[in-house]
């Protein structure tokens, strides 16, 4: 029997993507479900689909505190406890620094590190109450530097670092915290990125290693229920980029900038026209 029998897990970005895989797979265990996001239509199926007699949706933007703040009472009035918080709530900017507007830029870090805080800084009282985990879903972006990222991965780094120093500050209350590192996962959000940007498909091929490859949406899914189940401190997508970050002071230091710097100068003149002649900063499914 599974650990999250009967317990009940609040996911955001819950509609599409990682957060509807995920909340598949723990409903499954018999876990009762709290769905947050910013698309109700999406959120309400998904529940029916699930059973409205166990599950339950909230719509907000975890930017809003007032709104997480209603999420996290409606999810404790409904269930009456908070037992596992995964913050997944996340978007992506295209394009670099230079193309984008400083608005678009400073959204995505709002969303995916702010909106992070919001909601474990509304649910943690509930987790200490519970003895409770909490998943932050952080990226192999937050140790590896590509152009075209820099709000994305700020905000992966800030996620992971917000991570390991909550982790120590609430051990002592029972309550367990980990991080989950993953490459590309086939959801909407890299399917945008595909269509929109040209480079994507040339630059993915290039690459080698966890950096090269999709990971179907199931498998991360599957890799973030066993997180879950075992409260686990890390978890890797694919497995591999465990030995990634291991690496992570020769990619981000001075002999990582000396071999991306020239493949640089090349790539992001190509980009930013992309993005220029595409007209916006993110992709079609990003709300």
């Known amino acids: 029997m599974s650990p999250l029998k009967n317990r009940t897990v609040l996911i955001t970005g819950a509609a599409r993507g990682i957060g509807a895989a995920l909340a598949r797979r723990v409903a499954a265990t018999g876990a009762r479900l709290s769905l947050v996001g910013l698309e109700p239509d999406l959120l309400k199926t998904l ?10 949706w909230f719509e907000c933007d975890v930017t809003d505190q007032a709104a997480v703040d209603a999420a996290v009472a409606g999810t404790v009035d409904r269930f009456g406890r908070i037992d596992a918080v995964v913050a997944n709530a996340g978007v992506a900017n295209r394009g670099t620094v230079a193309t984008n507007p400083p608005d678009d830029v400073a959204r995505t870090i709002e969303v995916n590190l ?5 909601t474990v800084g509304a649910a943690l009282p509930h987790l200490v109450e519970t003895r409770g985990y909490c998943l932050l879903v952080a990226s192999a972006a937050a140790f590896a530097s590509m152009p075209g990222m820099a ?11 917000f991570g390991d120093t909550l ?3 609430v051990a002592h209350k029972g309550v367990a915290v980990g991080v989950a590192y993953m490459t590309w996962i086939d959801t909407d959000l890299v399917r945008d990125t595909r269509e929109d940007l040209a ?3 040339t630059n993915l091929k290039r690459m080698r290693g966890p950096l090269g490859t999709v990971v179907p949406v199931e498998d991360c899914a599957e890799a973030f229920l066993h997180g879950l189940e075992h409260r686990s401190r890390e978890i890797y997508v694919p497995g591999s980029v465990r030995w990634l970050r291991r690496a992570r002071g020769l990619m981000t230091g001075p002999m990582g900038f000396r071999l991306m710097r020239g493949d640089a100068a090349r790539s992001v003149p190509a980009l930013e026209e992309n993005v220029r002649r595409l007209g916006r900063s993110f992709g079609r499914n990003s709300v």
């Open 151 to 161: 709000a994305y991965g700020a905000s992966k780094a800030g996620l992971e670092r």
């Open 199 to 201: 480079s994507f498909e």
């Open 47 to 56: 529940v029916d689909e699930l059973g409205a007699d166990r599950h339950a």
């Open 114 to 118: 702010v909106g992070a805080v919001r």
């Open 167 to 169: 982790r120590l500050e």
